[in-house]
């Protein structure tokens, strides 16, 4: 198979399975013999066409004669990634794009549907414009919804929290190419030697304005495979992930339970800004998660870490110092990274995960001692499960407050109740919220 014959093969498995995109691409570019560039172009065409795979059926089922739901869906996957080429890749040759989709249906549904990709795909590009979406005048919701790419559900929710203009803002940033972001392994390096040392990569590096220990790069391309890597000098965190563990302020000597640990990124976070010298009870329900855990332990070298299988629901240790509840979430903020999440969120899973983030968040409360702290975040925007979850918990728990994360972080993350709230379309990095909370006597 070539680079655009894996591209499908992905696709239709992200769709027919729960498993996130990001893990069944890199098991699926494990396996091959691809070229780097190869698997460059693999990864564009999975991850862009997660994207914008609503704006592309839209073009596509405004020129197909006949019910687009009845197409094959290998076919589908074939016209949207040759769609997608044409619109968005511009050193790839249009009529190489065509060819390319062609000569796959040719395999994997014969002949006829082959003619038809070519000639549906030739007459776009025979056209000066493209269908257009309903005016914003006459239908906002079903105009940005197309045109940007996201369910008609979600983008009619955040129009009713933030107005029109904002919810376009906010899918438009959804639909750019992520930096990633990798977070210094301060026990082992520094960020100016891990720079140098990527340099020599040829990888494009810059220091990240939010904090000390994170470099962002362009792409991530082959880096999980180098040595840096493999040596435990570095691992791959937003700086919105990071910005939790710096707010946690871990210290020398404490014990630190985390709720839902895996993978780990925010337990080996908090253990390497103690220099590990502190003990993280890393928790989660999953035996194979909890697995991950113990690998990302091991690369970079920590000791302080303790995964547990356990249900952090139902609290069995003496109380600690501080708590991380990293709660899970419908991930609503970091969807531009995680293309799948927004085709398959449903709005009534919000409210299932309301519940379960304030059970999660009474049991993180069990565990924390008189002046000890509970941080609890989240990867969402959405304030009923953000803000929502947090005043109803102070509302039952007068002995907590909240302490301004201003203290410890840039303010420009920070909301005007002292909360971390980074917006994709503000700071250019995930969506995400973080609460610290202090038990007094």
């Known amino acids: 198979m070539n680079a655009r014959h894996h591209a499908i093969h992905i696709l239709d498995r992200v769709f027919r399975s729960h498993d996130f995109a990001d893990v069944i691409l890199d098991e699926n570019l494990r396996k091959t013999r691809l070229s780097h560039q190869d698997r460059a172009l693999v990864t564009e065409l999975v991850y862009g066409t997660l994207r914008w795979q609503k704006w592309l059926d839209w073009i596509l089922q405004h020129t197909y004669h006949g019910d687009w739901l009845k197409v094959p869906a290998k076919v589908r996957l074939a016209l949207e990634i040759g769609l997608y080429q044409i619109l968005f890749l511009d050193r790839i040759p249009d009529h190489a794009s065509v060819n390319e989709s062609v000569k796959i249906v040719v395999k994997v549904k014969g002949i006829g549907w082959a003619r038809i990709v070519n000639a549906i795909l030739r007459e776009i590009l025979r056209r000066s414009e ?27 929710k955040w129009i009713e929290l933030w107005g029109v203009e904002r919810t376009l803002s906010l899918c438009r940033a959804d639909n750019e190419r992520p930096s990633m972001g990798i977070r210094v392994n301060r026990m ?137 509840l990293d709660a899970p979430c419908s991930g609503l903020g970091v969807i531009r990274r995680r293309g799948e999440l927004r085709w398959r969120r449903q709005p009534e899973e919000i409210s299932r995960s309301v519940i379960l983030q304030k059970a999660m968040l009474e049991a993180g409360a069990c565990l924390v001692r008189q002046e000890g702290v509970l941080v609890y975040s989240t990867c969402s925007i959405l304030p009923e499960e953000n803000e929502g979850v947090v005043d109803h918990f102070l509302n039952r728990h007068p002995d907590f407050v909240v302490e301004d994360a201003r203290r410890f972080v840039d303010s420009r993350v920070v909301s005007d109740r002292g909360f971390i709230q980074t917006w994709p379309d503000e700071h250019g990095i995930d969506g995400s919220f973080a609460v610290r909370l202090k038990r007094m006597r």
């Open 130 to 156: 493209f269908p257009v979406p309903p005016p914003m005048e006459e239908d906002p919701v079903k105009a940005i919804a197309i045109r940007w790419s996201h369910p008609e559900w979600l983008v009619q």
């Open 188 to 324: 082992r390096t520094d960020r100016a030697n891990l720079t140098e040392n990527l340099q020599r990569l040829n990888v494009n590096v810059k220091a990240s304005q939010l904090l000390d220990d994170f470099l962002l790069i362009d792409k991530g391309g082959e880096l999980l495979d180098s040595m840096p890597f493999k040596e435990g000098l570095f691992s791959v965190q937003d700086e919105s992930a990071g910005l939790v563990g710096i707010l946690m302020d871990p210290q020398p000597g404490e014990r630190i339970v985390d709720m839902a640990a895996a993978p780990g990124g925010k337990s080996m976070h908090m253990a390497e800004l103690a220099n590990d010298r502190l003990t993280v009870i890393a928790l989660d329900l999953h035996r194979i998660r909890i697995r991950k855990v113990r690998e990302n332990k091991k690369r970079l070298g920590l000791k302080s870490i303790h995964p547990v299988v356990a249900d952090s629901r139902k609290p069995c240790f003496r109380r600690v110092d501080r708590v991380l």
